[in-house]
């Protein structure tokens, strides 16, 4: 199957790519499952509880970039076998017997989502890596373009009212997060590895000051192994794809916190232009 049309509506549901009207997509609909947990989708309406959103990725064109790209909007989406895959030989090439452990206290700091342990013959834990999973998170709700698959085993329209919460996943949740634990991390001199989409970063790129994420820097403690959603002609579905790691350090994932670089700082005439506009509205 050739790549399916990509426009504001969502590119993913309990897995199923949306190409039109397909049986295995109504059957997945009526099924509420996701082969990513291997079971019923854990994402719930907040209506209705019985019933499962099952949006794995949308549909969207942000500022940054010129076409429609399919934006993972479910953290169970990373939870393909190539993600651990490649973290194993990015970070882990010489251990055998990786056991991952899901949920683990940080203490105030909150839980990191995976950590992969390393045991001696006695079983005794004598290495580990943390690993976080940051998916992005939309403005309004795609789930109109679900209920109109439901009934209609189609979209009915090309744009439905979502948008794309870049800052609050990205510049706001994930780096708090980065500051944090990463803080611990670099306290115990190791590493924690944040997962997440490559637009993710040219978000970032675009909005934050950038000057301290690097190409990959074994030494520095913080890593965003970065995957890319590409279509797979020969399965007939979206895939990850790894593409690249980036490392900062706490004085990076500050500037991050900061915003912007300050060469790019509005000044006051033009924050008093956007207030006068704002009136005019």
Same mark, same amino acid.
């Given at each position: =199957?050739?790549?399916?049309?990509?426009?504001?509506?969502?590119?993913?549901?309990?897995?199923?790519?949306?190409?039109?009207?397909?049986?295995?997509?109504?059957?997945?609909?009526?099924?509420?499952? #996701?082969?990513?947990?291997?079971?019923?989708?854990?994402?719930?309406?907040? /209506?209705?509880?019985?019933?499962?959103?099952?949006? #794995?990725?949308?549909?969207?064109?942000? @500022?940054?970039?010129?076409?429609? !790209?399919?934006?993972?909007? #479910?953290?169970? *989406?990373?939870?393909?076998?190539?993600?651990?895959?490649?973290?194993?030989?990015?970070?882990? +090439?010489?251990?055998?017997?990786?056991?991952?452990?899901?949920?683990?206290?940080?203490?105030? /700091?909150?839980?990191?989502?995976?950590?992969?342990?390393?045991?001696?013959?006695?079983?005794?834990?004598?290495?580990?890596?943390?690993?976080?999973?940051?998916?992005?998170? !939309?403005? %309004?709700?795609?789930?109109?373009? &679900?209920?109109?698959?439901?009934?209609?085993?189609?979209?009915?329209?090309?744009?439905?009212?979502?948008?794309?919460?870049?800052?609050?996943?990205?510049?706001?949740?994930? =780096?708090?997060?980065?500051?944090?634990?990463?803080?611990?991390?670099?306290?115990?001199?190791?590493?924690? &590895?944040?997962?997440?989409?490559?637009?993710?970063?040219?978000?970032?790129?675009?909005? !934050? @000051? !950038?000057? *301290?994420?690097?190409? *990959?820097? +074994?030494?520095? +403690?913080? @890593?965003?192994?970065?995957?890319?959603?590409?279509?797979?002609?020969?399965?007939?579905?979206?895939?990850?794809?790894? /593409?690249?790691?980036?490392?900062?350090?706490?004085? %990076?994932?500050?500037? =991050?916190?900061?915003?912007?670089?300050?060469?790019?700082?509005?000044?006051? @005439?033009?924050?008093?232009?956007?207030?006068?506009?704002?009136?005019?509205?």
């Amino acid at each position: =199957m050739k790549e399916p049309l990509i426009e504001k509506f969502p590119t993913e549901v309990f897995g199923c790519p949306y190409a039109g009207q397909n049986k295995e997509l109504q059957s997945c609909l009526k099924r509420q499952y #996701c082969k990513f947990i291997n079971g019923t989708c854990n994402k719930p309406r907040k /209506s209705k509880s019985d019933i499962k959103v099952g949006i #794995c990725s949308v549909g969207y064109k942000p @500022d940054f970039m010129n076409k429609f !790209t399919p934006v993972i909007i #479910c953290p169970q *989406r990373f939870k393909e076998e190539i993600v651990f895959k490649t973290i194993k030989k990015k970070y882990l +090439p010489k251990w055998k017997n990786i056991e991952w452990i899901p949920e683990v206290s940080l203490g105030k /700091s909150g839980k990191v989502d995976y950590v992969a342990i390393k045991k001696n013959r006695k079983g005794e834990i004598i290495d580990f890596l943390c690993v976080e999973i940051q998916a992005s998170g !939309t403005t %309004g709700s795609p789930f109109d373009a &679900v209920k109109d698959l439901k009934k209609t085993k189609k979209y009915t329209k090309q744009s439905y009212g979502y948008g794309i919460n870049w800052a609050n996943e990205f510049s706001k949740t994930m =780096m708090q997060q980065a500051y944090k634990k990463g803080n611990i991390i670099y306290n115990w001199k190791r590493k924690i &590895v944040f997962v997440i989409q490559d637009i993710a970063i040219d978000y970032l790129k675009n909005a !934050t @000051d !950038t000057k *301290r994420l690097f190409s *990959r820097k +074994p030494k520095l +403690p913080i @890593d965003f192994c970065t995957f890319s959603l590409k279509w797979n002609k020969n399965k007939s579905q979206w895939s990850l794809k790894f /593409s690249k790691i980036y490392s900062t350090d706490i004085k %990076g994932i500050n500037s =991050m916190l900061s915003g912007t670089e300050k060469s790019t700082y509005p000044t006051e @005439d033009q924050f008093i232009s956007n207030i006068i506009r704002r009136q005019k509205r």
